[in-house]
């Protein structure tokens, strides 16, 4: 972290965006520990720190008489667990603007921190309000933007607090700073080869992802339901796979581009089809071109497993966004499973491996295989735009 902070506030956008269960008690607190070696370090340093996150969408799931739902959003629920953690005094204010804001914020000593409430209490927040960004950025010296997961948004306190405050005085915190150089390293200096490995549910929401890879890729492997709308792009049949008829030619499009661009894109020889979009489907492996009707898709099959494993042991470096098939399902996780262990196997081998994008994080957590790939991106949205090679305005702010 750049900016010295000794003596001084810092304002930082954390996401604490945390599960909790029907008493309120946080069921997942990876988001909250992911966020402490930024506040350590500012509180070691001699700052003191303001916390601000949002939790769920209390404008959306308003009570039945539309007032907002506080006792269920407050961030009130995260402060006993954050004294244990941080183990200094944590105040909270029980707004992020306003009077008891302003006040706990001018009282606050250093080594101290205060947790702000929820900032999407105000519809402001996420209109990217300027007068409400301006209130948030008067509480401190300092902005320090530690919630990657939510740079894609600009809103008021991950984007707009930014511009209140120059160069000198607003920077990442670790998390991010973590997020940014592991995405720019497989993207701007990969070593080769390099293999995408691409899955999930649709071509449609990952196809500018699978043109971006295509600048800088040798190998392209395509998994998931995504297989299928390709199957039918080469012809093929499918069966009643979960397809986008209105993508066909988009993957058209895109094995031409790869062709041209000299990349190898692998699609799955052959599945692993239930006779339904069930648990206890019946299960037949047919290739993945010649899939009967009244049987569908659910995972790559053992010959795709092979091949693919083999191109992600050969590779250097690898990205891994989406699920091979329906993980969720274990007759139809094998695929995926048997992807996440080729790519901790050749991350052993000294490959570098960057899983990111929310259901193949899911994945590699399931199969405790977290620590044994070099980075799992928490970013989920925010990591699949910044692939895309979108500029997020959450980074956008603090460089500007
Ligand atoms: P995404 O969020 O796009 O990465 O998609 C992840 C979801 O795609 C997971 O919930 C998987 O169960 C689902 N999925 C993966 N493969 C298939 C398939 N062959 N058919 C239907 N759904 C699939």
């Known amino acids: ?234 012809k093929g049949a499918v069966g009643n796979s979960l397809i986008e008829p209105d993508r066909v030619k988009a993957a058209k499009e895109f094995l031409k581009k790869a062709k041209a661009a000299g990349v190898k894109v692998l699609l799955p020889k052959d599945s692993v089809c239930g006779d339904k979009f069930a648990a206890d489907a019946a299960v037949q492996v047919h290739p993945s071109h010649q899939i009967p009707d009244g049987w569908m898709g659910l995972d790559i099959g053992p010959s795709a497993v092979k091949t693919y494993a083999r191109t992600i042991r050969q590779s250097k470096t690898i990205i891994w966004n989406g699920p091979m098939g329906v993980f969720e399902m274990p007759a139809f996780a094998e695929g995926t499973k048997a992807i996440a262990k080729a790519v901790a196997r050749a991350t052993k081998n000294g490959a570098f491996s960057m899983v990111g994008g929310g259901d193949s994080v899911a994945a590699v957590n399931q199969m405790k295989l977290a620590k044994k790939v070099s980075f799992v991106s928490t970013g989920g949205g925010a990591m699949l735009e910044y692939l895309e090679g979108k500029e997020l305005p959450g980074i956008k702010a603090i460089n500007a």
Do not use: W
Request: proline content about 2%; hydrophobic content about 40%.
């Open 1 to 234: 972290m750049k900016i010295n902070v000794k003596g001084k506030k810092a304002l930082i956008r954390v996401d604490f965006n945390v599960p909790l269960d029907k008493q309120y008690n946080i069921t997942d607190d990876t988001r909250i520990r992911e966020a402490l070696p930024t506040i350590q370090h500012i509180l070691q340093a001699g700052g003191a720190v303001i916390l601000m996150s949002h939790l769920g969408r209390p404008l959306e799931k308003r009570n039945a008489d539309g007032t907002i739902n506080r006792e269920k959003f407050t961030l009130q629920h995260l402060v006993k667990h954050l004294r244990k953690k941080l183990k200094t005094k944590v105040h909270f204010a029980d707004d992020c603007v306003g009077k008891s804001a302003v006040k706990k914020a001018a009282a606050l000593k250093a080594g101290e921190v205060l947790l702000l409430e929820n900032t999407r209490f105000y519809e402001e927040e996420e209109k990217g309000d300027a007068e409400f960004a301006k209130k948030l950025a008067a509480l401190a010296d300092v902005y320090v933007n530690d919630a990657f997961g939510t740079a894609h948004r600009a809103h008021a306190s991950t984007t707009i607090v930014a511009h209140y405050f120059d160069k000198n005085h607003k920077c990442f915190g670790f998390l991010m700073e973590r997020e940014i150089e592991n995405a720019n390293r497989v993207m701007r200096n990969p070593e080769h080869p390099v293999t995408c490995v691409v899955g999930g549910a649709k071509v449609s929401d990952k196809i500018v992802l699978l043109e971006r890879f295509l600048d800088f890729a040798n190998n392209i492997i395509v998994g998931g339901a995504m297989a299928y709308t390709f199957m039918l792009a080469k």
